[in-house]
């Protein structure tokens, strides 16, 4: 994979230095997901797929029109589809891209204990390294989008890389150019957040839609991918959606206090072998009875 | 003008509609009036106050095209965007939405039985010789009238003389007529539905289909099959094996049967679109060119290498044997530099060029004998100019191809975006152009201006090119509908303009599950046509079909065609019937359930999408179900090869009625039952 243009400014499992820690800052790359614009025809699905070398999978027709019931690890990107009953009693189809958000508080690179397995780039894309991926599954515990999926073949995890690949050599995601309606965006995190905003004035203020808004949920620090919402107060009825999403606190607690704990713990431990040797001085082997060792 | 006058058009349109209450939607339609209300409000808003600067569009695809009054739907919304000063007007218009890349490019070129390329009119057998052809073809302009008329189909002569050089080169004559005879003279309807109705009949022998997988695409599947099964021969130009070229393969046919079917199917391999170059002609009529992306794989051919190789074939045996009348065949201009001539020397020969030097006696402008010409307004009726179709003249001319362009730039900042492709005709980008102005030639909206009268230049100019008499100043007052002999737009139609009648009329479909609110006795369009054949069978409620079918395509799919492709086969894997939750609650059917839908000629079998989204509807206080299922599967894909559904195709359930102005067929409306399967 290139990754000519980034630099790795966070690492999962890694004690020692990070090459891009001490870099700028770069300029924060996104994906604006206008969902009032999307018609379903899941063209980014095939895109993705075809980027990414994936081929046929068998599906099966659900009730709905959705092509499976979620991302899998060779299906990285899935509309999904929820048939919505507005207010009035009139029905809609809400329909959302669902794909890796590429937090940039990423909960999955929290959990990671494996050196490597999961980096996020100065541009904010977090990426999984398969190469380095011991296939134990913690990031699915710290991710609150349910993303990351494990092949049971190779047992490594994967999900969505941002196209990684096609972003450092200066290309739009695979997605985003497959769009025929221009209802999905790449670019600085600043110009889509704005492009975003802008759009979700217009639903208030020309259509009406007042509960109109845009998703970057804080509690992770934001997201690389945003989405305008008809209804920004009920992100679960875009396909389960978090509300508020956070890094799990036990994820939180295991890789910040645990971690000090177990770190003073171990520090006690070695401080408490060293004191007891300059007190008691070294344990004495004795050779016979270690030769008998209790063996006839 | 007072348009007091009661039998002027005005007052008979006033009368027309006053019958068509908000009410009266209501009744037929189900649509609460409260909500056409605020529809016909919100659309009608643009004129609020007077107000002349905003534009609505109103944008249809075949939701309301195929029915049996499908014309008339387009009618009214032409009607609307006319009253409502919409028409000509950027943003205005109404609009067709294809279903496929160059739907509008096979109109234009004639691709329907009743047109030649450039919408003329094909020759009849009244027509004994070309005066007669073009005296019946050519309109003249309505005198006396309020506008004056540029009549501009009164050139029609030249664009048909200039059409039988391109077809006859020096074979067509003044002293011949210009090979007039030659042309075949169209004596009956030969539109899509017939012609499967004459082979089932026994009188068509054959069929060339090239991209195109007629029995799926209906309607009445099973009578297409059953047609085929009586052809001597079949031919299909395809890229995969479709249903048509396996049409004895079709669910339901015995082995024993198959044995009986002596029709010959010669099987094709054609290239894909990625494989061949060629123009697409889009909506808004902009010519794209497009170059080759791949080779053919194989030993695929290029189609119109295949086509040209059969009337080579074919003019080899004409040559050797003769026959009833080989002077058409034989004269056939094909001066090509391959025998298979390229799409680029195709696109040149329809754009035209001089048979001899040309000048314009305004300009003294001179076109050299053999240059291509620069538009239609060179050609001429004396056989000194060749067109293969006068509305594409200017797509290729001596500059090069200008359907090639791709100039981004869009000086007015209006989307008009002139240096990209070309669109017909004479790269106008918004027909009618003129009524974007105030009659004495002022915009309406003075900050997008679209064309304008220049007093000092004393001409039309513009941002987009104008579509008007270039040098009629205002006050000679010629109507901005040039292609009308009237020269103003139709809101009522004259005599023969139309099967139906001057203004459109609600009709039923001719499958439906109620009585036409207006004229229970008169329930369906008067000049539709049943057909007679033992498999064209029509239901009625009383039969116990009385739920509402459509049929529709899916984003995920194209066609027929995209069942072969595993990319597009997992998004939507398996055929499935859109069914109102309160329907499947009475027939007990969940989502997922095999169901089988039944019409009067047909059934189709496949799951159950139990959704929220059709809901019922209350046509005249009875409640009435629709339900709805895509087209887009057969018995010849990725699925269905693999057994994974009932390898039934939805058009067995459509009906053979067509709108009797478009011939399109009622796929929008019919009526089923519905069981668990």
């Given at each position: 994979?290139?990754?000519?243009?980034?630099?790795?400014?966070?690492?999962?499992?890694?004690?020692?230095?990070?090459?891009?820690?001490?870099?700028?800052?770069?300029?924060?790359?996104?994906?604006?997901?206008?969902?009032?614009?999307?018609?379903?025809?899941?063209?980014?699905?095939?895109?993705?797929?075809?980027?990414?070398?994936?081929?046929?999978?068998?599906?099966?027709?659900?009730?709905?029109?959705?092509?499976?019931?979620?991302?899998?690890?060779?299906?990285?990107?899935?509309?999904?589809f929820n048939e919505h009953e507005r207010e009035d009693g009139s029905v809609t189809l809400l329909m959302r891209k669902d794909q890796c958000m590429h937090c940039a508080d990423p909960g999955c690179l929290a959990a990671c204990p494996a050196d490597g397995a999961i980096v996020q780039y100065s541009?904010?894309?977090?990426d999984f390294q398969q190469?380095?991926?011991?296939?134990?599954?913690?990031?699915?515990?710290?991710?609150?989008?349910?993303?990351?999926?494990?092949?049971?073949?190779?047992?490594?995890?994967?999900?969505?890389?941002?196209?990684?690949?096609?972003?450092?050599?200066?290309?739009?995601?695979?997605?985003?150019?497959?769009?025929?309606?221009?209802?999905?965006?790449?670019?600085t995190k600043d110009d889509m957040k704005d492009l975003a905003e802008t759009r979700a004035k217009q639903l208030r203020e020309n259509y009406g839609i007042e509960k109109a808004g845009v998703y970057d949920p804080p509690g992770v620090g934001g997201t690389g991918v945003i989405y305008v919402l008809h209804?920004?107060?009920?992100?679960?009825?875009?396909?389960?959606?978090?509300?508020?999403?956070?890094?799990?606190?036990?994820?939180?607690?295991?890789?910040?206090?645990?971690?000090w704990i177990g770190n003073l713990a171990m520090l006690g431990g070695i401080l408490g072998v060293t004191l007891h040797y300059f007190r008691y001085g070294p344990k004495e082997v004795h050779s016979d009875t270690h030769e008998n060792g209790g063996q006839p | 003008m007072t348009l007091q006058h009661p039998r002027c058009v005005y007052q008979l349109l006033k009368q027309q509609y006053s019958r068509y209450t908000p009410e009266m939607v209501e009744r037929i339609t189900g649509i609460q009036k409260d909500q056409f209300l605020k529809a016909a409000d919100l659309f009608t808003s643009v004129r609020k106050d007077g107000d002349l600067k905003k534009v609505a569009t109103i944008m249809y695809a075949v939701g309301w095209t195929q029915h049996s009054f499908g014309t008339q739907i387009i009618r009214t919304a032409a009607i609307l965007q006319l009253l409502l000063g919409n028409v000509g007007r950027a943003g205005g218009g109404v609009n067709a939405l294809r279903g496929h890349s160059n739907i509008q490019g096979a109109t234009d070129m004639g691709g329907v039985f009743d047109s030649l390329p450039g919408y003329l009119k094909v020759p009849s057998p009244a027509d004994t010789d070309l005066a007669a052809y073009l005296k019946r073809i050519t309109p003249t302009a309505s005198k006396p009238a309020p506008w004056d008329s540029f009549n501009y189909w009164s050139n029609t002569p030249k664009f048909a003389v200039s059409y039988?050089?391109?077809?006859?080169?020096?074979?067509?004559?003044?002293?011949?007529?210009?090979?007039?005879?030659?042309?075949?003279?169209?004596?009956?309807?030969?539109?899509?539905?017939?012609?499967?109705?004459?082979?089932?009949?026994?009188?068509?022998?054959?069929?060339?289909?090239?991209?195109?997988?007629?029995?799926?695409?209906?309607?009445?599947?099973?009578?297409?099959?059953?047609?085929?099964?009586?052809a001597d021969f079949l031919v299909v130009g395809e890229i995969y094996p479709d249903e048509t070229s396996e049409f004895w393969k079709a669910p339901g046919t015995t082995p024993e049967e198959m044995k009986t079917i002596n029709t010959t199917v010669y099987r094709l391999a054609c290239a894909g679109f990625a494989e061949k170059d060629g123009s697409m002609t889009n909506s808004a009529r902009w010519?794209?060119?497009?170059?080759?992306?791949?080779?053919?794989?194989?030993?695929?051919?290029?189609?119109?290498?295949?086509?040209?190789?059969?009337?080579?074939?074919?003019?080899?045996?004409?040559?050797?044997?003769?026959?009833?009348?080989?002077?058409?065949i034989l004269s056939l201009t094909w001066s090509y530099t391959n025998p298979q001539p390229s799409l680029a020397e195709l696109a040149k020969e329809i754009n035209g060029k001089a048979l001899a030097d040309l000048t314009d006696p305004k300009t003294q402008q001179v076109i050299k004998r053999g240059q291509q010409v620069p538009g239609f307004a060179w050609l001429k009726d004396d056989g000194t100019t060749s067109c293969g179709n006068w509305i594409y003249s200017g797509c290729w001319t001596e500059a090069g191809?200008?359907?090639?362009?791709?100039?981004?730039?869009?000086?007015?900042?209006?989307?008009?975006?002139?240096?990209?492709?070309?669109?017909?005709?004479?790269?106008?980008?918004?027909?009618?152009?003129?009524?974007?102005?105030?009659?004495?030639?002022?915009?309406?909206?003075?900050?997008?201006?679209?064309v304008w009268w220049n007093e000092s230049a004393q001409l039309w100019v513009g941002n987009d090119v104008p579509d008007f008499k270039p040098d009629s100043h205002p006050k000679e007052h010629m109507g901005p509908f040039i292609m009308t002999p009237e020269g103003v737009g139709r809101v009522f139609a004259p005599l023969g303009a139309f099967a139906d009648g001057p203004f459109p009329e609600h009709y039923e479909p001719i499958e439906s599950p109620v009585q036409n609110a207006f004229h229970p006795n008169q329930s369906n369009n008067p000049v539709v046509k049943k057909l007679s054949t033992p498999a064209d069978k029509y239901a009625t409620p009383g039969d116990g079909f009385n739920i509402v079918c459509t049929t529709y395509r899916l984003t995920e799919h194209y066609h027929y065609w995209t069942k072969n492709n595993p990319m597009n086969v997992q998004l939507i894997p398996e055929p499935f019937v859109e069914i109102p939750v309160e329907l499947a609650q009475e027939l007990g059917i969940k989502g997922n359930d095999k169901v089988k839908?039944?019409?009067?000629?047909?059934?189709?079998?496949?799951?159950?999408?139990?959704?929220?989204?059709?809901?019922?509807?209350?046509?005249?206080?009875?409640?009435?179900?629709?339900?709805?299922?895509?087209?887009?599967?057969?018995?010849?894909?990725?699925?269905?090869?693999?057994?994974?559904?009932?390898?039934?195709?939805?058009?067995?359930?459509?009906?053979?009625?067509?709108?009797?102005?478009?011939?399109?067929?009622?796929?929008?409306?019919?009526?089923?039952?519905?069981?668990?399967?």
């Open positions: 994979m290139s990754q000519a243009t980034l630099q790795i400014v966070k690492i999962s499992g890694h004690a020692g230095p990070v090459p891009g820690a001490g870099v700028e800052r770069a300029e924060q790359v996104c994906k604006l997901v206008d969902t009032t614009t999307c018609i379903g025809c899941k063209a980014c699905e095939v895109a993705c797929l075809e980027w990414n070398g994936y081929t046929f999978t068998e599906t099966v027709f659900d009730n709905s029109y959705q092509t499976m019931p979620e991302t899998a690890w060779n299906y990285w990107n899935l509309i999904k541009n904010g894309i977090v190469a380095n991926c011991i296939g134990c599954g913690y990031c699915v515990s710290g991710c609150p989008f349910n993303i990351p999926k494990f092949n049971s073949a190779t047992k490594k995890m994967f999900k969505c890389t941002l196209c990684s690949d096609r972003v450092s050599e200066g290309l739009e995601p695979a997605c985003i150019k497959s769009c025929p309606t221009g209802c999905l965006h790449f670019g209804d920004v107060t009920n992100p679960e009825a875009y396909g389960g959606l978090p509300k508020d999403p956070h890094i799990p606190w036990v994820v939180k607690f295991w890789k910040g206090p645990a971690k | 039988l050089k391109s077809q006859f080169g020096d074979a067509a004559t003044k002293e011949n007529d210009f090979a007039f005879d030659y042309m075949p003279k169209v004596d009956r309807n030969y539109s899509w539905t017939q012609i499967w109705d004459n082979m089932y009949r026994g009188s068509v022998k054959g069929m060339l289909a090239f991209g195109m997988n007629g029995v799926a695409i209906g309607p009445d599947s099973q009578k297409n099959i059953d047609a085929l099964k009586k010519l794209q060119w497009k170059n080759v992306a791949v080779p053919t794989p194989g030993e695929c051919r290029l189609d119109q290498d295949i086509v040209s190789d059969i009337f080579l074939k074919v003019r080899e045996l004409y040559k050797k044997e003769g026959g009833k009348f080989p002077d058409p191809p200008q359907l090639a362009r791709r100039g981004t730039e869009d000086p007015s900042g209006q989307g008009i975006y002139p240096n990209w492709a070309w669109s017909w005709p004479a790269n106008r980008r918004v027909l009618y152009n003129r009524a974007s102005c105030d009659p004495s030639g002022k915009p309406w909206d003075a900050e997008r201006k679209q839908v039944t019409s009067a000629r047909s059934y189709y079998v496949a799951k159950a999408f139990v959704t929220k989204r059709i809901k019922p509807m209350m046509i005249d206080g009875k409640k009435v179900y629709q339900i709805g299922l895509p087209i887009h599967q057969g018995y010849r894909g990725i699925q269905e090869d693999a057994g994974r559904d009932a390898r039934t195709i939805a058009n067995r359930l459509t009906p053979t009625v067509i709108d009797p102005n478009a011939y399109t067929p009622e796929f929008k409306g019919f009526l089923v039952k519905l069981e668990k399967a």
